[in-house]
C-alpha cells in the first residue's frame, strides 16, 4: 500500500470512529431521556406512594448517572477478538455500557468482564484479543487511534505515545479518572473481591488513591444492590483532598458514595479547643479504649434488693438471685452497653409477665408491657443496677474524677499518664508542670463541670466516639476506602474499625509520607486496629505521574525518615528540577510563578502554614489570581497551599519555598517536607535562601 493510500486509510477509519463516537453519544442522550420521562411520570404507573417515592429515588439517581461531559471521551478503547469466546466482535471500551435502541452494547462498561482483557492482554497472553486500540481526545473531541496487534506479537506498553500522552496530560482544577491508563499491576488490585481487605503502600506517583477510588466503583458495579443498601464510605485527610476527589467517582456514573474525613465520622460533640501535643497523643493511644471499657464494665451492679411492683389489685415480687441471674446472663452476650440495659429491662419485664399470665391465665396487652417497663420500681432498679450512659458522659466522669480514672486505667496508664490525662500533677495538686496544665488550660479545655459545659478537643472527640461504640452499635458500610492512612491514630482506626466491622477495606497509604506524632511505622499495627489483620500488603513503586527526576531528589530524604519502605521509581525521564538559592523569597516566588504559567496546567505554591498569606498578598498584587486547596472549581491557575494541606494533591509545576521551614515547623518536619516534594508531576522549582535540610545538601 502506498503512503497516500495508507493516509487515506487512516482517514476513513478515524472518520470512522468519530461516526461511531456521535451514534454513542446520541444513544445515550436518548437512555438518559427514557430515565428522565420515566422518573417525570414514575408516580402515575407505581401502584401506591411507597413505591412511587422509591422509583422515583431510583430514576432519579438514574438520571444523573447517565450525564455525558462532551469534554470526556465516552470510550477510549477497543477490542477486536480472534478467539477465546468473543471471536469476530469488536467491543469499544468507556466509562459506562451505553446502548443502543435494541439493546446491542455501543459502549462496554470499563468494569464488565470483557473489558479485563484492555488492561491485563499482552504479546505474551492475548487472552483472546487480536488488536488493543487506544484513541487519542482534546475536549472530548478523537483526534488520533494507536493499535496494538497482540496476535503479531506487537506491544507498545509504556512506549505507548496516546498512553503516555493521557497519563501526563495537565490538568488544572479536581482529580481525574485514570480509566484510559490503568496498568496491570492496578487493576489487579482495583478488581480484588469484595470479601477481601487490601493494604496499598503507594509511593508518590504510582496512583495509589486511583486504584482507591476505582476499587469502589468497580465493586459497586459488580454488587450494586448490596452495597446500594450497605454503602462504600470514602474517607480522607482533610476535605480540601475530599474536594480534590470528589468528581472521579461521577465521572464514572457512580453518584452514591459518602466521603468523610475522620473528624467529621467523629463529630458528636462541637471541638472548640486544642490538646497539648503531648495530651493528644496520649489520647490517641489504643490503651485508652481499654481505659473506657473498663470503666463502662465498672457502671454495672450487682443487685441488692428485689423488684417489687403494685398492680391494681396484685403485687408482684422477682427476688435477688433471678435478678442475679438476669444480669449475669446479659453481661456474657457481650452486647453494647445501651443495648444491654434495655434487655435487661425486657427480661424483667418478662419476668413480670410471666407471674401476670399465671395468675390471671391471659397475657397482658402490649400497654401493660409497655407501662411495667416504666415503671419506678423497675427503672429505679435499672439505674441502680445498669445506669444510664451518654458517651460525653463517660469521657467527662474519666477526665475529671481521678479516683474512677485511676480504677479504670490500673495496670494500663501510669500515674503519671493519669495525672497528664487528667491536666494535674501526680500527687493530684494544682499547677502541673509546664506544659501538662496547659493541656486543659491555656490551650485545653478548661474542663466544665458537666459535659456540656465542657469545650471539647479533636481527641476528645475520638474518645467520645470510642464510648459511643461501647455503648451502641453505629452504623456501617459494605466497602471503606482510606486514603493517606498512615497518619491515622490508633483510636482513629478503631473508629473506622467500627463503621466497617462487617465489611471490607481498602487502605491506601504511605509510610514514608506519615506527618502525625502517632503516624504509622508498620502497617500490620494499623490494619490490627482496623480489625482486618490478615489483609494483605500490597506495594506500589513504579510511578507514572512524578518525574524521575523529581522522585531522585526527594528519596534522598528516605534514609532520615526512619521507616521500611522501598524507594520509589519513575518512567517519567521528562520533568524538570530547578534548586536555587535566593535573596528575595518573595520576589523569587513571583518570578517562578510566571515562568511556571507560560507552560500548561496547574501551579501549586507550597510553603510552610505561616508563609501562606503573605506569598498570596504578593501574588494577588504582581496581577497573579490565586485559588486556595479549597477551591478546586476556581478558573485560577495557582493555588496557594500551606504544607500541612498539600497530602494527597498534585500541581502541574510546584514551587517549593523554603524547605527548611517546612521542616522546623513541626516535629516530622522531614516527613512533611517528603509530601511537599513529590506533588509536582511536571517541573519542580526549590526556592531557599537559608541552607537546605541535611539530607538535601
Not at 82 to 105: F, L, N, Q
Not at 371 to 387: I, Q, S
Not at 473 to 495: I, K, N, T, Y
Amino acid at each position: 500500500m502506498t503512503l497516500h493510500a495508507q493516509d487515506q486509510s487512516l482517514d476513513t477509519e478515524l472518520a470512522a470512529e468519530r461516526a461511531h463516537l456521535d451514534s454513542s453519544r446520541a444513544a445515550l442522550r436518548r437512555m438518559r431521556e427514557r430515565a428522565e420521562s420515566l422518573f417525570a411520570t414514575g408516580d402515575k404507573v407505581a401502584g401506591d406512594a411507597y413505591t412511587a417515592e422509591q422509583l422515583g429515588r431510583h430514576m432519579a439517581r438514574r438520571v444523573k448517572e447517565l450525564a455525558d461531559d462532551p469534554t470526556t471521551p465516552l470510550f477510549f478503547g477497543r477490542l477486536d477478538f480472534d478467539g477465546a469466546d468473543h471471536a469476530g466482535r469488536r467491543y469499544h471500551i468507556g466509562r459506562r455500557h451505553v446502548t443502543d435502541e435494541r439493546g446491542e452494547p455501543m459502549v462496554l462498561d470499563w468494569r464488565a468482564p470483557v473489558s479485563r482483557s484492555f488492561y491485563r492482554a499482552s504479546a505474551r497472553d492475548p487472552q483472546g484479543v487480536a488488536v488493543r486500540r487506544r484513541f487519542g481526545f482534546s475536549t472530548g473531541v478523537l483526534t488520533s487511534f494507536e493499535d496494538e496487534h497482540l496476535n503479531r506479537g506487537e506491544e507498545l506498553g509504556t512506549a505507548s505515545r496516546i498512553l503516555t500522552a493521557e497519563i501526563e496530560r495537565p490538568r488544572v482544577g479536581p482529580m481525574r479518572d485514570i480509566v484510559a491508563t490503568i496498568q496491570p499491576e492496578q487493576d489487579e488490585l482495583v478488581r480484588a473481591d469484595l470479601a477481601d481487605s487490601i493494604c496499598v503502600q503507594g509511593a508518590p506517583g504510582t496512583g495509589k488513591t486511583a486504584v482507591g477510588l476505582h476499587r469502589a466503583a468497580y465493586l459497586l458495579y459488580l454488587h450494586r444492590e448490596r452495597l446500594r443498601r450497605a454503602g462504600v464510605l470514602i474517607v480522607g485527610p482533610n476535605r480540601a483532598f475530599l474536594s480534590y476527589i470528589a468528581a472521579v467517582l461521577p465521572a464514572l456514573g457512580e453518584v452514591e458514595v459518602a466521603q468523610s474525613t475522620v473528624e467529621d465520622l467523629v463529630d458528636r460533640v462541637p471541638v472548640r479547643a486544642v490538646d497539648d501535643p503531648a495530651v493528644a497523643t496520649l489520647k490517641h493511644d489504643a490503651r485508652l479504649a481499654e481505659v473506657l471499657r473498663r470503666a463502662t464494665e465498672a457502671l454495672i451492679a450487682e443487685p441488692t434488693e428485689p423488684i417489687m411492683v403494685s398492680d391494681g389489685s396484685f403485687r408482684w415480687r422477682i427476688g435477688v438471685e433471678p435478678l442475679h441471674r438476669l444480669i449475669e446472663e446479659t453481661r456474657r452476650e457481650g452486647l453494647p452497653y445501651g443495648v444491654g440495659r434495655e434487655r435487661v429491662r425486657a427480661r424483667v419485664v418478662s419476668l413480670l409477665q410471666r407471674q401476670a399470665e399465671a395468675r390471671r391465665a391471659e397475657s397482658p396487652s402490649d400497654a401493660w408491657l409497655r407501662r411495667m417497663g416504666k415503671c419506678r420500681p423497675v427503672t429505679e432498679f435499672l439505674d441502680a443496677v445498669w445506669p444510664a450512659l451518654t458517651p460525653e458522659g463517660l469521657v467527662h466522669t474519666l477526665l475529671a474524677d481521678p479516683v474512677t480514672l485511676a480504677a479504670a486505667a490500673e495496670g494500663v496508664l501510669t500515674p503519671e499518664e493519669q495525672a497528664l490525662l487528667q491536666g494535674r500533677t501526680v500527687d493530684g495538686e494544682a499547677g502541673a508542670p509546664a506544659g501538662t496544665r496547659s493541656a486543659r488550660g491555656t490551650l485545653g479545655t478548661g474542663l466544665g463541670r458537666t459535659p456540656k459545659a465542657t469545650r471539647w478537643t479533636a481527641a476528645d472527640a475520638v474518645l467520645i466516639d470510642e464510648a459511643s461504640g461501647l455503648i451502641e452499635r453505629p452504623a456501617g458500610f459494605g466497602h471503606v476506602v482510606v486514603d493517606e492512612a498512615q497518619d491515622l491514630s490508633p483510636m482513629q482506626c478503631r473508629a473506622i474499625a467500627r463503621r466497617s466491622e462487617h465489611g471490607s477495606i481498602t487502605l491506601l497509604g504511605d509510610l514514608a509520607q506519615g506527618t502525625a506524632p502517632w503516624a504509622a511505622t508498620d502497617w500490620r499495627e494499623s490494619l490490627a486496629h482496623l480489625g482486618k489483620p490478615d489483609a494483605v500488603v500490597v506495594p506500589l513503586t513504579v510511578g507514572f505521574r512524578v518525574p524521575a527526576a523529581v522522585v531522585a531528589f526527594a528519596n534522598q530524604l528516605l534514609p532520615a525518615l526512619a521507616v521500611d519502605v522501598p524507594p520509589a521509581e519513575s518512567l517519567r525521564h521528562d520533568g524538570n528540577l530547578d534548586v536555587l538559592t535566593v535573596t528575595d523569597l518573595t520576589a523569587a516566588t513571583v518570578a517562578e510563578v510566571r515562568a511556571a504559567l507560560a507552560h500548561d496546567g496547574s501551579v501549586g505554591v507550597i510553603a510552610a502554614d505561616d508563609a501562606v498569606d503573605a506569598l498570596r498578598a504578593a501574588l494577588d498584587a504582581a496581577g497573579v489570581p490565586t485559588a486556595t486547596a479549597d477551591d478546586v472549581e476556581t478558573a485560577a491557575r495557582v493555588t496557594v497551599v500551606p504544607a500541612t494541606l498539600v497530602k494527597g494533591l498534585e500541581y502541574d509545576h510546584v514551587v517549593v519555598v523554603e524547605p527548611a521551614a517546612i521542616v522546623a515547623a513541626e516535629p516530622r518536619g522531614l516527613h512533611r517536607l517528603y509530601v511537599v516534594l513529590t506533588r509536582a508531576v511536571s517541573r519542580l522549582a526549590v526556592l531557599h535562601s537559608a541552607p537546605l535540610p541535611a539530607p538535601l545538601a
